[in-house]
């Protein structure tokens, strides 16, 4: 059995994935409103709205606090000769080989809020989806561009 790969992401991603998930909780408060107007409108038990706050604050903490540590400690990637491998998922541990000779072209992506934490996402493009290896340092994330792609030419002129 092919070991786990050894190479982690930047610790600056656990930052990064909780202020994204915060921002996207204003969309559950914005529920949470809404349905406190229609809790006083229709006149529903004020349980009802007890349980929407409950609900709020366990996706809160799942979504904020457990799942990116979950997420940072799984996610793992090692570029090879002739393969990418990448491991990542919180619950269901997913495993995946790119081929060098699949490798079409490799692009580094930043975003507002991993810019502000000088990280980038590699983006690897096959002819059949884009694979990511998500905040990496920005130097490194520029290193291992530019080595995916020196290495998918060299596979490309072997072909």
Same mark, same amino acid.
């Given at each position: ?10 610790? *600056? /991603? ?6 994204? /998930? ?16 229609? %809790? ?7 349980? $009802? ?6 609900? +709020? ?5 799942? $979504?904020?606090?457990?799942?990116? #540590? ?9 570029? !090879?000769?002739? &393969?990418?491998?990448?491991? !990542?998922?919180? +619950?269901? *541990? *997913? ?12 692009? $580094?992506? %930043?975003?507002?809020?991993?810019? *502000? +934490? !000088? ?5 690897? #493009?096959? /002819?059949?989806?884009? !694979? &990511?290896?998500? /905040?990496?340092?920005? &130097? ?14 060299? $596979?490309?002129?072997?072909?």
């Amino acid at each position: 059995m092919r070991p786990e790969p050894k190479q982690m992401i930047d610790r *600056k /991603a656990l930052s990064v994935w909780r202020i994204s /998930a915060a921002l996207n909780s204003i969309f559950y408060v914005l529920l949470i409103v809404g349905f406190w107007f229609i %809790q006083r409108s229709f006149e529903f038990p004020w349980w $009802t709205l007890l349980i929407a706050g409950v609900l +709020f604050v366990l996706i809160f903490l799942l $979504t904020v606090v457990i799942f990116p #540590s979950m997420q940072w400690k799984r996610w793992r990637f090692e570029v !090879h000769e002739h &393969e990418i491998d990448l491991q !990542h998922g919180i +619950f269901i *541990k *997913k495993r995946t080989l790119v081929p060098m000779v699949r490798v079409q072209h490799v692009d $580094t992506r %930043q975003g507002p809020i991993l810019k *502000k +934490f !000088h990280l980038s996402t590699v983006l690897i #493009s096959t /002819a059949a989806t884009i !694979h &990511e290896i998500p /905040a990496l340092d920005e &130097e490194q994330a520029d290193q291992v561009r530019d080595y995916i792609s020196r290495l998918a030419r060299v $596979t490309e002129d072997d072909v």
